[in-house]
Every structure is written in structure tokens, then in C-alpha cells.
């Protein structure tokens, strides 16, 4: 079985603040990992994906994340924010059928 | 290309009333999904079908069923709808084989009184 926990459900954050969004999975087989974003009253759109090789994925909007196997992480940071990329975040786990976690809603305050 | 597209966006329904959500997609892909979304619990998995002809159960099947009317088209019914089942609901397809990555629809959302 796989699982996906999201470490924060809420984090408030400053512009051109550095963000760290915190994601554990568990999978008892290699998996891919995804990270989606969800702006407000619309449908969720990928950032990044990691599916073999280098563990440092680079994303759209500045966004990176780093696969740790070994703690068995996939965080997704940004040196930067702005203001619009207050939105909700999705981690996911999983070839085919997905197991999103619970959510991380980022709020980016002037 | 329009991707994935859902309709109706909005719906209210009373309780024990029935409806199809409906779903299409125009990139030619196999595999097609039904998530909903709650506050605080992510995207669970409703029904998904992998291949045209194919559905399978997901993690919250009970009170949905779908149909996979063609390559193009998954839908998803409500026979009769309560309270439980008010919350938002999205559609999403993949190129079954190709990196998984789901393209998602901009989602219903339903409202049962």
C-alpha cells in the first residue's frame, strides 16, 4: 500500500521569503512523485514530477524538489515566493492511480 | 486542443435526487479518473478506468457509479445523492505508460441539501 502524509497544513509565509513544503510518502515499490498546484476555484495543474535519475527535479514557477529515498521525502522549495503562489499544494505518489496527500495551503503575505 | 472538460461546473442537488457528472477528454489518452476533493482530505480516488471497455473501484466507490462511453468520454452517477457526497469533484487522464503525470479537469462542484 502507499500513503502520502503532508508534514504542514497551513504555512504563512513573507514575500521573497525562502518555502520549504514538507512531503512523506511510503510505498512498498519504486513509485513516481508529483507535486500539483491547485490556485483558488480551478482544477490542479503539475509543478514537477520525479520519475528515475537525478534526485533534484526542477519545476515550472521557480519550484524545486529534492527525492530523499532514504527518508523517503519528495519537499518541494522556492528560494523566493510572490504573492501569487499563494495557492494549495498537492503532493502524490504512485504509477497510474495517484495517492495525493492531505494539502498544503501557502500564503503569501506582503 | 481543450484537454480535459467536465460539465455541469456547479450542480445543487436535494437529497435522493440522481444525476451524471460528465467528463471528456481530446488528447487520445487511455486512462481516465474520478477524484473527489474535501477540505483537510486531498484528492481520494472515486472510479477509474484504464482502458476503454475497463473500470475499476477506487478508494470511495460506494453511492457512484461510471461509464466509460468511449476513448473520449468517463462519467460518473449519483443514484441518489446525500449530504455526504457534497464536495468537489474532478476528472483527470493519462497516457497509461507515459510518466503517470494525470491532466486534470476544472472540477464540479456539487452541493446536495
Known amino acids: 500500500a502507499q500513503s502520502v502524509t503532508q508534514l504542514d497544513s497551513q504555512v504563512p509565509v513573507f514575500e521573497e521569503a525562502p518555502v520549504e513544503l514538507r512531503c512523506n510518502y511510503s510505498?512498498?515499490?519504486?513509485?513516481?512523485l508529483f507535486w500539483y498546484v491547485q490556485y483558488p476555484n480551478q482544477g490542479l495543474q503539475l509543478l514537477l514530477k520525479?520519475?528515475?535519475?537525478?534526485?533534484l527535479v526542477k519545476g515550472i514557477n521557480g519550484f524545486e524538489a529534492e527525492f530523499n529515498k532514504s527518508q523517503t521525502s519528495f519537499h518541494l522549495r522556492k528560494p523566493s515566493v510572490h504573492i501569487s503562489d499563494t495557492a494549495e499544494y498537492f503532493c502524490?505518489?504512485?504509477?497510474?492511480?495517484?495517492?495525493f496527500g492531505q494539502g498544503t495551503e501557502l500564503s503569501v503575505k506582503p | 486542443n481543450a484537454g480535459v472538460t467536465q460539465t455541469p461546473k456547479f450542480q445543487v442537488l436535494k437529497t435522493g435526487q440522481s444525476m451524471t457528472l460528465q467528463c471528456a477528454q481530446d488528447?487520445?489518452?487511455?486512462?481516465m479518473y474520478w477524484y473527489r476533493q474535501d477540505p483537510g482530505m486531498g484528492l481520494r480516488l472515486i472510479y477509474y478506468s484504464a482502458s476503454e471497455g475497463t473500470t475499476d473501484k477506487g478508494e470511495v466507490p460506494n453511492g457512484y457509479n461510471v461509464s466509460r462511453l468511449n476513448k473520449r468520454e468517463f462519467s460518473l452517477r449519483l443514484e441518489s445523492a446525500a449530504p455526504s457526497q457534497t464536495s468537489v469533484y474532478f476528472c483527470a487522464s493519462i497516457i497509461t505508460g507515459r510518466s503517470s503525470e494525470q491532466y486534470f479537469g476544472p472540477g464540479t462542484r456539487l452541493t446536495v441539501t
Open positions: 520525479y520519475l528515475s535519475g537525478s534526485t
Open positions: 510505498s512498498s515499490v519504486s513509485v513516481y
Open positions: 488528447m487520445n489518452h487511455n486512462s
Open positions: 502524490a505518489v504512485g504509477r497510474g492511480k495517484l495517492i
